[in-house]
């Protein structure tokens, strides 16, 4: 974060909620309001040999650490660029005989820097790592349990020549973990990929309908020369406009939920009550619910097969939602993409009313189902959703993030297919089947399901 950004943001303390941020100048849709590094962040245990563990892209070909075997590396820029925060973590790997698990690795990191730099406030952040809350008083005994494990596992793996520190010390960082740590994605935000502590983001308090998003973009090393070269960091964004000394919000968890399902989530995971405006008057609850005239045995029914509930629940139901959007992609999968596209396009309808209009999941959903359409050489409605979904994506990754890179191509090409359907419909179905005889038509990758689907990464 550059002083200059610095500048765009002021910490106040917000009613009932604590600290906050608020906006000093104004914002409109798409703003970045601040980019942040993280403070420290690592792979997660399952994706360490597939994922660059400086810029969190997923490669094929990863050069690794030749000295402790763990750590891999796009390339020497990458792990030069990795040096400061592994060269502890390298000779704590060899000591140990292995790495310990992505928490423990993340407390260590954490602590490393605390030893070079203090706990105290570090260039670019407005609050220390000293100063964020850890919640470590409204643990359970489960929770406690596994901290008391983590603080051990911690104490075994941190070499005895670093700076020790106490026991309540250890437990606080695990706590800040457990309830900032903040989850990253691979370089199309496709899938989950690692989490890092983001001191700043962690002030940006929640909303269930937000004005800002936040996005991770994986920074570029690819350019010719260094000094062109970006690091990783998240983004915050605004979703519209912001007047200064207007609250900056994110939301902590999908609002695909009715109101007393997200608050019971927020309540479990971040310990707080949501008293937003859209929880205290479940505003757009009944679409989420919604059921068709006549029929009162919903809960029944949800149980019962797709056939069953489609003439019961309504067309935004949530629950109807959410098996939609399984059919499209199975079906997708399985290249049966008319039937998939009629799936898709209720899907996308029903969120349409549900979702904020510049929410990203709300863009990559339509996106998927724009080439759905695409695919089923349902073309005109394919074009209008991948060019919604640009709209959409403009706003909350940017112009320059991968996935609305990909989306640009696809917008084009489906223009280009657009205006040759619209000339000669005939010659166009013509020279479609004989591409697809040649080339077998990909289906864009879903989202995975490896970590939890809030904001911040907690731990399982």
């Keep these: 974060m550059t002083p200059g950004e610095m500048e765009m943001v002021e910490v106040f303390t917000s009613e009932g909620k604590g600290r906050g941020l608020k906006a000093v100048k104004e914002f409109w849709a798409g703003d970045v309001i601040f ?30 650490c030749g000295q402790c075997k763990f750590a891999h590396y796009c390339d020497r820029t990458c792990q030069k660029d990795a040096w400061l925060n592994h060269k502890h973590e390298c000779s704590a790997i060899k000591a140990h005989g292995k790495a310990p698990n992505e928490n423990i690795r ?11 730099e203090g706990g105290g406030l570090t260039e670019g952040c407005l609050v220390s790592i000293d100063d964020l809350q850890n919640h470590v008083e409204n643990f359970g005994e489960e929770e406690k349990k596994e901290l008391r494990a983590d603080v051990e596992s911690f104490l075994n793996f941190w070499p005895p020549q670093s700076q020790q520190f106490g026991m309540q010390y250890i437990s606080h960082i695990f706590g800040v973990i457990n309830c900032n740590g903040f989850t990253l994605s691979d370089q199309r935000g496709l899938q989950a990929v690692g989490v890092g502590v983001f001191p700043n983001l962690c002030l ?29 960091r998240i983004e915050l964004r605004a979703l519209g406009k912001i007047s200064p000394g207007e609250e900056l919000t994110v939301s902590y968890v999908d609002f695909l939920n009715v109101s007393e399902e997200r608050r019971k989530q ?7 009550d949501c008293t937003c405006e ?3 008057k479940g505003i757009k609850d009944d679409l989420m619910l919604a059921v068709k005239e006549g029929e009162n045995k919903v809960v029944k029914l949800c149980r019962e097969c797709l056939k069953k509930q489609e003439p019961v629940l309504g067309d935004t ?42 929410n990203a999941q709300l863009g990559m959903a339509v996106m998927r189902a724009g080439v759905t359409h695409w695919h089923a050489s349902l073309i005109e409605s394919g074009h209008g959703m991948i060019c919604k979904a640009y709209a959409i ?5 940017g112009p320059t993030h991968p996935i609305t890179k990909d989306l640009e191509v696809m917008r084009v ?15 166009y179905y013509k020279m479609r089947e004989a591409a697809l005889k040649n080339q077998k038509i990909q289906v864009m990758a879903e989202p995975t399901n490896e970590a939890p689907s809030g904001l911040f990464h907690t731990k399982q």
């Design 204 to 232: 940006v308090n929640h909303d269930c309908w937000p004005n800002c998003t936040v996005i991770f973009n994986n920074g570029n090393h690819e350019a010719v020369r260094s000094m062109f070269h970006t690091q990783m």
């Design 278 to 280: 859209h929880c205290q």
């Design 413 to 427: 090409q489906s223009e280009m297919e657009l205006r040759m359907f619209q000339q000669n419909e005939f010659m």
């Design 393 to 397: 994506l403009l706003v909350t990754h």
């Design 106 to 116: 993340l407390a260590a990191r954490i602590m490393w820097r605390i030893e070079r």
């Design 266 to 272: 927020l309540q479990k995971q971040y310990y707080f």
């Design 317 to 358: 139901n949530i629950y109807l939602l959410k098996i939609l959007s399984i059919a499209s992609e199975v079906l997708s999968y399985l290249q049966m993409f008319e039937e998939a596209s009629g799936y898709a396009k209720r899907m996308v309808d029903g969120y349409m009313k549900i979702y904020h209009p510049n």
């Design 35 to 64: 980019a942040e590094p993280a403070y420290a962040a690592v792979v997660f245990d399952s994706l360490t040999h597939l994922v660059c563990h400086t810029c969190f892209k997923r490669q094929e070909k990863l050069h690794r």
